[in-house]
């Protein structure tokens, strides 16, 4: 009986933590790459700047072809916003996934890399 009081905790106290569950405890880290930074970055060319505050970005990819395994270039594009409208058509530019600014916008310029020539 005296066995069975010395296994269970006092009240306000937790109980020792045995070998293995520390072993197998997960090690918290900082929350490296959650939030604000786990959003997804682009880097590609501005292709129009005809809108207020608003540059079309063309993303280039390569893809591997399922089949035959011929490198493929693939292209898309996305609407960012130009906050102090900068950008001009050519320039290389950095953009940031944001929350959705308008029925197609859901990217932010973040940087020019290089103006066009």
């Known amino acids: 009986m005296e066995q069975q009081q010395e296994q269970q905790p006092v009240q306000g106290q937790e109980p020792a933590a045995s070998v293995e569950q520390t072993a197998t405890a997960p090690v918290q880290t900082s929350q490296e790459g959650t939030g604000r930074n786990a959003r997804?970055?682009?880097i590609g060319k501005v292709v129009s700047n005809k809108m207020q505050k608003t540059i079309t970005v063309a993303v280039d990819r390569k893809v591997k072809h399922p089949m035959y395994g011929k490198f493929m270039h693939r292209t898309k594009k996305f609407m960012a916003h130009d906050e102090n409208q900068e950008c001009g058509i050519g320039d290389t530019v950095r953009i940031m996934e944001t929350r959705p600014l308008s029925k197609n916008k859901r990217w932010r310029l973040v940087e020019i890399?290089?103006?066009a020539k």
């Open 40 to 42: 997804k970055e682009r």
């Open 113 to 115: 890399i290089e103006k």
